[in-house]
């Protein structure tokens, strides 16, 4: 039975994707765009799969509620019932509307605890890549491809060319080849920050002193768009996520290069969105 609801609620996940846009299936929002953006990976599916369980089941109980206080209304009225009924307690009732709803907790809880062991880290991963936050820009690893750094900031709007998305496009993206289990390490150098790129499924926050974990295969390639989800500051808004995906033979020859390009990349020379300067109380008493 359950099967069979999760069926029903992947088929209606699959109607909301089609109705999406081109540019929502390369990894970006749309205007008016109501649905969840097509999922690229293993867990982006996974998500929208039990979003789309979740949707039904809330909308199976809205519809139900509606339709008893309907009832309610029509058969309780003062015309048709002018003499209230006195009863305050019915056990049948009051059991019956505590442990229905429970139940329905039980069965939300096992997909939602599978999902996020699933989405938690992968024992298999094929590549490391480090993530680091900074106010307000990231800072990429890659340990094993000859432990190269480099810095992805965003690009200001005079600089934008045609095509490139505005406040989301950057100068140098994060890639990764399409296919691949990739393990991501994420950690913050000033205050907490959250690494997010919803059509690959990920948000996970980058804390300072502390080593999270999380992993992403791409399914297709395309450049997918995402930003820090987490106010860390006055520019939190200026630093979005780019995530390049490529073939492996691309990947082999980008990473070769990379690594001479960001050979010398010692102390960060970054050059980030500054910051309006803040009034301090005195100035604005004056």
Same mark, same amino acid.
């Given at each position: 039975?359950f099967?069979h609801?999760?069926?029903v609620?992947?088929?209606? =996940?699959?109607?909301?994707?089609?109705?999406?846009?081109? !540019?929502?299936? #390369?990894? &970006?929002? %749309?205007?008016?765009q109501v649905?969840?953006?097509? =999922?690229?990976s293993?867990v982006?599916e996974?998500?929208? !799969?039990?979003? #789309?369980? &979740?949707? %039904?089941?809330?909308?199976?109980i809205t519809?139900?509620?509606?339709?008893?206080?309907g009832?309610?209304?029509?058969?309780f009225n003062a015309?048709?019932?002018p003499?209230?009924?006195k009863?305050t307690?019915n056990?049948?009732?009051?059991?019956l509307w505590?442990?229905v709803?429970?139940?329905?907790?039980?069965?939300?809880?096992?997909?939602?605890?599978?999902l996020l062991?699933?989405?938690?880290?992968?024992?298999?991963?094929?590549?490391?890549?480090?993530?680091?936050?900074?106010?307000?820009?990231?800072?990429y690893e890659?340990?094993?491809?000859g432990?190269?750094?480099?810095?992805s900031?965003?690009i200001p709007?005079d600089?934008?060319?045609?095509g490139?998305p505005?406040l989301?496009?950057v100068?140098n993206?994060v890639?990764?080849?399409?296919?691949v289990?990739?393990?991501?390490l994420?950690?913050?150098?000033d205050?907490i920050?959250?690494?997010?790129v919803?059509s690959?499924g990920?948000?996970?926050?980058?804390?300072?002193?502390r080593?999270n974990?999380?992993?992403v295969?791409?399914n297709?390639?395309g450049?997918?768009?995402?930003?820090?989800?987490e106010?860390?500051?006055?520019?939190?808004?200026?630093?979005?996520?780019?995530?390049k995906?490529v073939?492996?033979?691309?990947?082999d020859v980008w990473?070769?290069?990379?690594?001479?390009e960001f050979?010398?990349?010692?102390?960060?020379?970054?050059?980030?969105?500054?910051?309006?300067?803040?009034?301090?109380?005195?100035?604005v008493?004056?």
């Amino acid at each position: 039975m359950f099967t069979h609801f999760r069926s029903v609620a992947t088929l209606i =996940a699959l109607a909301c994707a089609t109705v999406a846009s081109d !540019s929502s299936a #390369a990894g &970006l929002a %749309t205007p008016w765009q109501v649905d969840l953006q097509p =999922a690229a990976s293993p867990v982006a599916e996974q998500i929208q !799969s039990f979003n #789309a369980i &979740l949707f %039904t089941m809330e909308a199976l109980i809205t519809l139900g509620v509606l339709g008893l206080m309907g009832f309610i209304i029509w058969r309780f009225n003062a015309k048709r019932n002018p003499v209230p009924n006195k009863r305050t307690h019915n056990t049948a009732l009051e059991v019956l509307w505590t442990v229905v709803p429970i139940l329905i907790l039980v069965v939300i809880a096992f997909p939602s605890l599978r999902l996020l062991f699933f989405m938690d880290r992968t024992f298999d991963a094929d590549m490391t890549i480090k993530v680091v936050g900074h106010q307000w820009y990231w800072s990429y690893e890659y340990p094993d491809h000859g432990d190269f750094t480099f810095d992805s900031v965003m690009i200001p709007d005079d600089e934008l060319k045609p095509g490139q998305p505005r406040l989301l496009a950057v100068d140098n993206p994060v890639v990764v080849p399409v296919g691949v289990n990739v393990r991501v390490l994420l950690t913050s150098d000033d205050v907490i920050h959250s690494w997010a790129v919803p059509s690959l499924g990920l948000k996970t926050d980058t804390v300072p002193g502390r080593t999270n974990e999380t992993w992403v295969r791409v399914n297709e390639e395309g450049t997918y768009y995402g930003m820090c989800s987490e106010l860390c500051g006055v520019n939190h808004g200026y630093m979005p996520v780019a995530v390049k995906a490529v073939s492996k033979a691309e990947f082999d020859v980008w990473s070769k290069n990379a690594k001479q390009e960001f050979a010398d990349n010692g102390a960060s020379t970054t050059r980030v969105v500054q910051a309006p300067r803040e009034v301090s109380p005195r100035e604005v008493s004056q």
